[in-house]
């Protein structure tokens, strides 16, 4: 699965953003998508994540809330609503595609297999 994400930008604290990755390659029917982003001298944290098929929805820890993900089938689209930004929000977001994850995989980096070029997220205060 080829993944391209966009959407990224500069906002003030308090503002939103709606980030999209769109999918292209083969059919997903059996895939999750999901959302990670990284800060400058962090690791990788676990953002949000959809089951193609179904819809099934998990969210980072206190993300839930002020982020939403979402999917457009015909688009073949997903979608992450970002409200109420926070400077500690700043961070490269990438999109990732994994075949078959149980939902308590959904948040493991590791187990995606494609993953698109990221999209810069920079929240000022």
């Known amino acids: 699965v080829q993944l391209q994400a966009s959407g990224g930008g500069l906002v003030q604290a308090g503002g939103s953003l709606r980030l999209s990755c769109t999918a292209s390659g083969r059919t997903f029917s059996d895939y999750v998508f999901g959302w990670f982003r990284q800060a400058p001298g962090r690791e990788r944290e676990f953002v949000a994540a959809?089951?193609?098929?179904?819809?099934?929805?998990r969210y980072g820890d206190s993300l839930k809330g002020r982020f939403a993900i979402s999917k457009d089938m015909a688009r073949k689209t997903v979608y992450l609503q970002m409200n109420s930004l926070k400077p500690e929000d700043t961070a490269i977001y990438y999109c990732a595609a994994a075949p078959r994850l149980i939902f308590s995989n959904f948040g493991e980096s590791s187990l995606y297999n494609d993953w698109g070029q990221g999209t810069q997220v920079t929240v000022s205060s």
């Open positions: 959809i089951r193609w098929s179904g819809g099934t929805t």
